[in-house]
């Protein structure tokens, strides 16, 4: 992998198609620990179409997996969640800080699906 110039703030890679193969490839640029994750919801999604004879699981796993980039492209927003998650397995359910929490972590999933939808 080569050396990329980012701007502060700006993405480390740029937007992946929606595709499996371009998928993965930049899953394995920003975030290759969940690389054996990605696969397994892969061959399941596939599994499941042909089950149900419907493209309807690829095209889930193929927009779950868009969000899952979209986040980790950006190092903050990226932090931002991984900050969330964190509070939101350590607080209890009653404390207020929970709540904040876990709308911290709806609101970075969502602002990527926003960002994916004007794409």
Do not use: C, N
Request: aromatic share 6%.
């Amino acid at each position: 992998m080569s050396a990329q110039h980012t701007e502060p703030g700006g993405p480390l890679i740029p937007r992946p198609e929606r595709t499996p193969s371009a998928l993965r490839v930049a899953l394995a640029q920003v975030a290759p620990h969940r690389l054996a994750e990605m696969e397994q919801q892969k061959d399941e999604a596939i599994a499941l179409a042909a089950r149900t004879d419907s493209l309807g699981p690829i095209v889930q796993f193929l927009e779950a997996w868009a969000v899952v980039i979209e986040i980790a492209r950006f190092p903050a927003v990226s932090a931002r969640l991984h900050s969330a998650e964190y509070a939101a397995q350590i607080l209890d359910r009653d404390d207020p800080a929970w709540r904040t929490a876990m709308a911290g972590i709806r609101a970075v999933y969502a602002a990527a699906r926003e960002s994916l939808a004007h794409e």
